[in-house]
């Protein structure tokens, strides 16, 4: 290895036995005793077979190689480049994708340093951050570095960029290593710099620093520096910043040009770094340099933090996301001073539920009955988008305008259906009292007026408003039984106003839960429509009279952990972006297909109007379900209240497409064509378990 080339191999001889020389080369060296050969090519191929997605055919066929490691004295069998890669950094996916690895195969990275740097390009290697690495480093190793860097005894007196190569060829020998065992001064550096996409710093020779700045920014590449202590790390971003001073400009009162003496390095060393933020006891070992100190010290653990934090920088660079010139600050020891126990910290008080709303109605008089029993209608998120106000004889529900206004809530027919259910509700309470009334609904309001005549209550009055006040969603799965008969009828006959259908065969429901399955998909992906589903949530602790609290959410208890995760918007951001979440929608599909039945209300118009008459059917049927002691859920696509094309882009211009497609789904599934459809619901053996959701006082 000629002295100043750097263009020298990582060492690591590959071998292609389909070409003749190489074979040949393969066959003396498998011959000669002293070479051992290790064979896991099974193994590595049982791999490559499990990763998902399934490797393309070329990559499955693609012929293995046998590589050479003189300094092993080993000869190891192993898949083709390509394969290869995909199985090495198959665990990267997907803090990188598939597209991001690809990107840094095609990236060169130049490292000078390789004490601090042999960790840093350690960690560029293991990640796969680049498809080629230059290293450059005059010095060989001695005892003394072996305090932080990874080698062993046996690599004393190896030029440390060797070292470093070496390592790096045994985790992955396709990764190209250029090697520059020399110092990067004014004859070198123009050569290093050659074709490098990032430049990381870490040499001890100032002028080398000051060198590689200039000639970087020259070329606009950027660089990245980190300082082994209180995890220091600095970007200079020349690439789109080609005026930009050296070093953050902190040395401008520093005449770079010239050679410093000692006093000015470290004076420039204590500028660079912020004397006033070095960790105590680097400051006081500064202030020993040269007297009980040979030179500054470093540590292993410092020294990993660094090529860490040099990798993460790297990463940005490569995602293309922000990464402005600057300086971070990642010290670890400092932080240890903040620790906290996650029990306590994370201690939340027990959820607090709305007393049993039947035993309240018992306590009131017959006008305010009939305005609680409006405030437990269902509403899309349990926003209750209304206001009610009672006078001696009257109840009038009004939609709020913009309150709990919901993407879904197209040109206003998912308030309107809330508004007919809050009408029912009032109905049947009045009538659990023996008060004769008038109802008047439109799509804004509902109004009812109790006359003076009373009557004893008949007892299906009452059960009635038992059930209103019982009513809940039930989102558990069911049991998949089907309804028997009579207790389809009490569905149908549960009023004679509106279309009612109950959907009882079994590849109908198959298939809409199939439909609902991609779209809860949808929901978690539209950030708009996710953002109103997680700000709806109530988690653990937080008491409010709106929204749902995610123990009624109906997922078993070990699902309740991801329930945090799911509301993240920039978690689902990331599943967008990658086209991925498929499993986001299997929970809905598999609660969907456990059902009874499904209950299809549909609306005799697409006016407001229409459908504030179809929610008082729909929630007629509630109760009469909620009275046969079934459970009910809502369970229909985010855009039923779309009537159009242009109605779906309102929900979201960019999965309108998407969500004309789940609607056309789910019709064809349900056999309603192009009815209006006003409410479906999930029919269930049982109430089950979650509480009846908090309201807002009237």
Request: some cysteine.
């Amino acid at each position: 290895m000629a002295p100043n080339s750097m263009r020298t191999s990582a060492v690591a001889e590959i071998l292609d036995p389909a070409n003749p020389t190489d074979a040949e080369r393969l066959a003396t060296l498998r011959a000669d005793p002293a070479i051992e050969v290790v064979d896991t090519l099974e193994r590595q191929r049982e791999a490559l077979h499990a990763c998902l997605p399934r490797p393309d055919d070329a990559v499955l066929e693609e012929t293995s190689r046998w590589v050479h490691m003189p300094w092993r004295r080993t000869v190891v069998h192993v898949l083709g480049p390509r394969a290869f890669r995909r199985v090495r950094l198959d665990r990267n996916r997907n803090k990188i994708t598939l597209d991001e690895q690809q990107r840094a195969a095609e990236t060169t990275v130049g490292v000078v340093g390789l004490s601090v740097g042999h960790a840093v390009a350690h960690t560029i290697a293991l990640e796969g951050l680049a498809g080629t690495l230059r290293l450059a480093d005059l010095d060989e190793l001695d005892l003394g570095n072996l305090n932080r860097v990874p080698a062993t005894v046996l690599d004393i007196g190896v030029n440390k960029a060797v070292v470093a190569a070496r390592r790096i060829a045994e985790i992955d020998p396709y990764l190209r290593v250029e090697i520059l065992p020399a110092a990067v001064d004014e004859s070198t550096v123009e050569e290093f710099l050659d074709g490098l996409d990032v430049v990381v710093e870490e040499c001890d020779s100032f002028a080398a620093k000051v060198l590689l700045r200039r000639r970087a920014r020259d070329r606009r590449i950027p660089v990245l520096c980190e300082t082994s202590d209180g995890g220091v790390l600095d970007v200079e971003r020349f690439d789109v910043e080609p005026d930009r001073p050296l070093f953050h400009g902190l040395l401008d009162d520093v005449d770079t040009d010239g050679v410093l003496d000692p006093a000015t390095l470290i004076a420039a060393a204590a500028t660079l770094l912020d004397a006033r933020r070095l960790t105590s006891r680097m400051g006081a070992s500064v202030l020993e340099v040269g007297r009980t100190l040979s030179t500054w010290p470093q540590l292993g653990g410092d020294v990993a933090l660094g090529g860490a934090t040099v990798a993460t920088a790297l990463r940005r660079l490569l995602r293309r996301d922000p990464l402005p010139s600057g300086r971070i600050r990642a010290d670890l020891d400092a932080r240890l001073d903040d620790l906290v126990d996650p029990l306590t910290e994370t201690e939340r008080p027990t959820v607090s539920y709305e007393p049993d709303p039947a035993a309240r109605a018992q306590e009131m008089s017959d006008v305010e009955v009939v305005a609680f029993a409006a405030a437990r209608a269902p509403s899309p998120y349990n926003l209750q988008p209304w206001t009610i106000r009672r006078s001696e004889d009257t109840v009038e529900i009004t939609r709020t305008p913009g309150a709990g206004s919901t993407l879904g809530d197209v040109a206003g027919r998912a308030s309107a259906v809330t508004i007919g259910a809050a009408a029912r509700n009032m109905a049947v309470a009045a009538r659990a009292r023996g008060r004769s009334t008038s109802v008047a609904i439109a799509g804004d309001s509902a109004r009812i007026a109790l006359s003076d005549d009373r009557t004893e209550p008949t007892p299906g009055a009452i059960d009635g408003a038992a059930a209103v006040f019982a009513r809940r969603s039930t989102r558990e799965a069911g049991d998949g039984s089907p309804l028997s008969p009579a207790e389809v009828d009490a569905l149908q006959a549960s009023t004679t106003a509106g279309t009612v259908r109950v959907v009882t065969d079994r590849d109908r429901i198959d298939r809409a839960a199939a439909v609902l399955g991609v779209d809860a998909r949808v929901r978690h992906l539209v950030p708009g429509v996710h953002g109103e589903w997680a700000a709806a949530i109530r988690h653990p602790g937080e008491v409010a009279p709106t929204g749902i609290d995610a123990h009624a959410l109906g997922l078993p208890t070990a699902a309740r952990a991801l329930v945090p995760l799911l509301t993240r918007g920039d978690v689902m951001a990331h599943l967008a972006a990658w086209d991925a979440g498929q499993g986001l929608g299997a929970p809905t599909a598999a609660v969907v297909a456990s059902a009874s039945a499904l209950v299809v209300v549909t609306a005799a118009g697409w006016s407001v109007d229409d459908f504030a008459r179809a929610g008082d059917v729909a929630e007629a049927v509630w109760i009469a379900a909620t009275a046969a002691g079934l459970g009910v859920c809502v369970t229909q696509p985010i855009a039923v209240y779309a009537r159009d094309d242009a109605d779906r882009e309102a929900i979201s211009p960019d999965w309108a497409q998407q969500l004309g497609a789940v609607d056309r789904d789910f019709r064809d599934a349900l056999g309603v064509a192009d009815d209006p459809l006003a409410l479906v619901l999930r029919v269930v053996r049982g109430t089950g378990s979650a509480p009846v959701s908090r309201r807002r006082a009237v």
